[in-house]
């Protein structure tokens, strides 16, 4: 017993040490060792079969009370930080919770008003909601992305959004730069002008049809991103349908991934199984298919692609092909899905609140003339339009999961706020509870106000009392819908030019009419973290404005 006992420890200090996450050093260990000690010690069993079933038990046993002790006892070093017992012991309790209903973000939430503004989610994992959190953590002095993101690498290479090391993605951050420089955003205008007349048509084909608002968001964000990633039209909203199946595969690449990034060390285990990849894989091959249909247009249209294939020819290296589709799917998941997310949780709350959906109507209708097309400097300078949105993406932000960062080992950890974070931490910032915590917004963090967002000397607050407007706070600088600083979201100005156009075009020529009233009660409990949003119908009839 005491020869396992002192493999076993050793074992948990090389563990410890060493991190090993990588199958061979982890197996060896884990199976070797007990397998090893079994052929040594058979004399004392009844046979080889039984002292391996024996040491090997023994072993998992010892090295899982080894790792629960320590993490649990004060001489680990977020000791200090409370936190439930199961996230203190491990990951894989985030995994399952993830996994099992998609509230993380509430769970997360709900700790945060019970413990305060750090709470302990992993082991080695802190989410922090303190009111300076953003710049610390987030901003150009910030720490650099945590093996969260692991799950973006694959074998054509890791899309931009996944890359880890802060000197190398900004080398591949600089043709995203390139794509949002001012020539091409005047491109995109006019795709977002075509794809926002695709849509009021497809919405006066239906006039007087309940149809499901969420997806029809949804058509509006992959039409755009087809055309402004690929210069490829997926053509839903002119046929009023997905016409490639994208919806359900994005839906189901994701589901794995909100549970797996929590425990990134089982993804070549995962990778094993046969089949595994599947949903990944078919979410690439339709990358492949655009990505290669833009090929064969030739042309050196200043979309998205013309900039991630180095067209024009600024780098030294031209990117390959299969790394620029792996990024050209990345845009289609993260510019669709956001968008669209963040349309419909809009227009749920115009729903909600139509005294604010007529506000706004009256500043599009002061603005524009009614077969106006989009100005886009116009809209950028709407107060209300602008507050509307802003508080949208604050209560309900479409990245609903954690941005994690990592205080690396040997840095010496890190102050935030009052808080000391030791070195080899997770540090997480969950955009659904900073944007609630009252030192950031207040009063009502929790209501939809748009008013907060605007500059004024007094303000109406939904209660009807009018207070001053040092009564209100309104922390810009905690707003990380599009997180912040050199990893924050690269299309940031595209998605609001394309939002604010599809809003203004749909107040000013459509009512929207409710068609299920308990769409709006449920909305909060369908919602659903899925790596990004995981959104409920929105039954609605579109009745042309007269
Ligand atoms: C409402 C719309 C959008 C929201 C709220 C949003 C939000 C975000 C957030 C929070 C991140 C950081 C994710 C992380 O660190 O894990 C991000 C990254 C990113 N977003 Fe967006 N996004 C939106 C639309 C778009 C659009 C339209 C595009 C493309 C045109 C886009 C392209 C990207 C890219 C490429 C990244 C990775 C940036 C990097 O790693 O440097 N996003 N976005």
Same mark, same amino acid.
């Given at each position: 017993m005491s020869a396992i006992f002192a493999a076993s420890s050793t074992t948990y200090i090389i563990f410890k040490r060493f991190?090993?996450?990588?199958?061979v050093p982890a197996l060896v260990l884990l199976i070797g060792v007990p397998m090893t000690l079994a052929s040594v010690l058979r004399?004392?069993?009844?046979?080889l079969a039984t002292a391996m079933c024996a040491t090997a038990a023994v072993h998992w046993v010892l090295l899982t009370l080894f790792v629960a002790v320590y993490r649990i006892?004060?001489?680990?070093?977020?000791?200090?930080y409370p936190g439930p017992l199961p996230c203190k012991l491990s990951k894989c309790w985030m995994a399952y919770l993830a996994g099992s209903g998609g509230k993380t973000h509430v769970y997360i939430d709900r700790l945060h008003r019970l #413990?305060? +503004?750090?709470?302990?989610?992993?082991p080695n994992e802190l989410s922090v909601r303190h009111k300076d959190v953003c710049a610390t953590v987030?901003?150009?002095?910030g720490l650099p992305r945590g093996p #969260?993101? +692991?799950?973006?690498?694959?074998d054509d290479g890791v899309s931009l959004d996944g890359i880890r090391d802060p000197a190398l993605h900004a080398v591949r951050r600089r043709p995203w730069a390139r794509a949002m420089n001012s020539a091409s955003t005047k491109y995109f205008e006019e795709l977002i002008q075509h794809t926002v007349s695709d849509l009021t048509g497809g919405l006066k084909e239906r006039a007087g049809e309940s149809i499901d608002l969420t997806e029809w968001m949804s058509f509006f964000g992959l039409d755009f991103m087809g055309r402004m990633a690929?210069?490829?039209?997926?053509n839903m909203l002119k046929e009023g349908r997905d016409t490639q199946g994208l919806r359900r595969m994005i839906d189901q690449s994701l589901v794995n991934l909100r549970w797996i990034s929590h425990i990134p060390w089982s993804i070549p285990y995962l990778k094993?199984?046969?089949?595994?990849?599947k949903n990944w894989d078919d979410m690439k091959a339709a990358g492949d298919k655009v990505a290669r249909h833009r090929v064969s247009l030739g042309s050196r249209r200043p979309d998205l692609f013309h900039h991630l294939m180095d067209e024009e020819g600024h780098e030294a290296v031209r990117p390959q092909l299969e790394v620029v589709s792996v990024d050209g799917a990345l845009a289609i998941i993260a510019g669709a899905d956001t968008a669209a997310t963040t349309l419909a949780h809009f227009w749920m709350f115009m729903l909600r609140h139509p005294a604010y959906f007529e506000r706004l109507r009256k500043e599009v209708d002061a603005a524009f003339a009614r077969d106006d097309g989009p100005d886009f400097v116009k809209q950028a300078r709407m107060p209300y339009l602008n507050a509307c949105l802003n508080e949208t993406l604050r209560l309900f932000?479409?990245?609903?999961a954690g941005l994690q960062r990592r205080v690396g080992r040997g840095t010496g950890g890190r102050m935030i706020g009052t808080h000391f974070i030791p070195e080899d931490t997770q540090v997480s910032l969950v955009a659904y509870t900073v944007h609630r915590n009252p030192d950031c917004f207040?009063?009502?963090?929790?209501t939809f106000w748009p008013d907060r967002w605007l500059t004024q000397e007094t303000y109406t607050l939904p209660t009807g009392e009018v207070v001053p407007s040092s009564d209100v706070l309104t922390?810009?600088?905690?707003?990380?819908?599009?997180?912040?600083?050199?990893?924050?979201?690269?299309?940031k100005n595209v998605a609001l030019a394309e939002m604010r156009a599809a809003v203004c075009a749909v107040v000013q020529r459509f009512d929207l009419v409710l068609a299920d009233e308990r769409a709006l009660d449920e909305w909060e409990e369908v919602l659903q973290e899925c790596f990004v949003s995981k959104l409920g119908k929105l039954p609605v009839q579109v009745v042309p404005r007269n």
């Open positions: 991190e090993y996450s990588k199958p004399d004392h069993f009844a046979g006892s004060p001489f680990h070093p977020l000791a200090r #413990y305060g +503004d750090v709470v302990r989610i992993g987030l901003g150009a002095k #969260y993101y +692991d799950t973006r690498e694959h690929f210069s490829y039209d997926y094993m199984i046969p089949g595994a990849s932000p479409p990245v609903l207040s009063p009502f963090p929790d922390r810009r600088d905690a707003f990380m819908a599009f997180s912040q600083g050199p990893m924050a979201c690269a299309g």
